[in-house]
């Protein structure tokens, strides 16, 4: 009897090893699988499927072939990345003044360019939505604890809604512009949709905020591409364009877009002397054009690899510790 019970237990310990080995669940192949097809059942990429399982060959795997499947690192626990960038946004007094800040930089830029008597058109300013004029932070917390990412299909419904709050400051600020007959054109990558229940919850936000220039005119969304140099080409045409306000790079030149982090790094240098000036950068530390440059713009990776990709990112010291 005690000879069985070791036995028994040899196998226990077998199993429960070689399950910690793969550090992951088991799958069984069946009859029409594919490498692919497995490694999308559980968020994971063929090529992480394959190294995982020390696969050369992904067309190598046969009827009854135990896998481990993954995935290793999941969408939720990258989602808990988001908890400070959320929190700073949302809880910092530090994000508030820096919001403050920000618009108080534009208005001075723009009172002074009241003074200036040599323009002959109407002034206006182009501005960017989400992360700009509007707070999403609602939308990143909601995230958390979550095991997906954004997707259209949950961004959807919460632009729908039209109850995002304002950031900090811009409600004043733009009812400034309003008040010195600055036009204000909102040029925005959200969607209009097939319904126009982007364009109808948007606007539906803006003028829950009493923000002016609500109309068909000035807010400009997304119905083609998502460079907005075409919309901001229709807000310059017929004005005189104080200033342009965005958290993303790309809400100034599309110069921008898609260009690495090193790239983007060295592109701002270029054009250090029009921020501050010409370009106001609202900060977004949740999400944007610099989080994609880090996955090299490729939106499908996993989870397991933009953390990968995200660590391997920072720049650290090389001192061991003790
Ligand atoms: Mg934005």
Known sequence: MKKRISFLLAIVLFVSSSLSIFGAEQYTVKEGDTLAKIAKQFDMTYEELAKLNNI????SICIGDMLAVGPVYTTEELNEQLVMATL????????RALAYQTFSLAQMLIQKDLEDETVDKPRAIVVDLDETIL???PYEAWLIGKDFGYSSSTWN?????????AIPGAVDFLKFCEENNVEVF??????VLDDNSGYEGTVKNLKALGLP???E?????????????????MAEEGHHVVLYMGDNLNDFLHDFAGLSVDERLTKTDEYKKEFGKKFIVMPNPMYGEWEGAIYNFNWKSSAEERNEMRKNTLKTWEREVQ
């Open 56 to 59: 050369s060959n992904p067309h």
């Open 88 to 95: 700073w946004v949302q809880a910092s007094a530090e994000y």
């Open 135 to 137: 707070d999403n932070s």
């Open 157 to 165: 419904p919460w632009i729908q809604l039209g109850v995002a709050p």
């Open 186 to 191: 909102y040029v925005s990558n959200r969607k």
């Open 213 to 215: 220039n609500v109309d």
């Open 217 to 233: 005119t000035h807010v400009l969304l997304r119905t083609g591409s998502s460079d907005k140099t075409e919309r901001r080409t």
